[in-house]
């Protein structure tokens, strides 16, 4: 598999819309609509012990909506020359991850969870785990 030349910059926070009334708020994520591909797999980090990160890899072709469900916590985006953080807190904005890039998620708040919608199925082929080999295929 080749890995996707993006970087950084290619990632956005994505206003995923909030709808307010009295008996409160609702978020809605649609294929194809708010989101920019079909979801094919949701899971959601929670439980957090203070002081670990999650993430630590890079995909060649997922991409992801990821979203402070509640809390927040930080995502550390690399291309191999560029680093970026993004901190999200508000369960109506969605981190949107493009492939070919390093992601790991730091900084958890007590309480929170992070909810990712994910544009493929788990395929652990899909998975760059070591961020020197990260580095050498980005090259």
Request: hydrophobic content about 35%; glycine content about 6%.
């Amino acid at each position: 598999m080749k890995l996707k030349n993006n970087t950084v910059f290619d990632c956005s926070v994505i206003d995923v819309s909030k709808v307010h009334n009295e008996a409160g708020n609702i978020t809605v994520a649609e294929n194809m609509k708010n989101i920019p591909f079909e979801v094919k797999r949701v899971y959601y980090l929670y439980d957090i012990p203070g002081g670990e990160a999650r993430g630590g890899h890079a995909h060649y072709e997922l991409e992801q909506y990821i979203i402070a469900a509640s809390g927040s916590f930080d995502v550390i985006l690399s291309d191999g020359q560029n680093r970026k953080i993004v901190t999200l807190n508000r369960p109506n904005f969605a981190l949107h991850v493009v492939p070919g890039l390093w992601r790991e998620l730091d900084n958890f708040s007590s309480g929170s969870v992070c909810l990712v919608l994910a544009s493929l199925k788990y395929d652990e082929s899909d998975y760059i785990r070591d961020y020197d080999e990260f580095l050498k295929i980005k090259k």
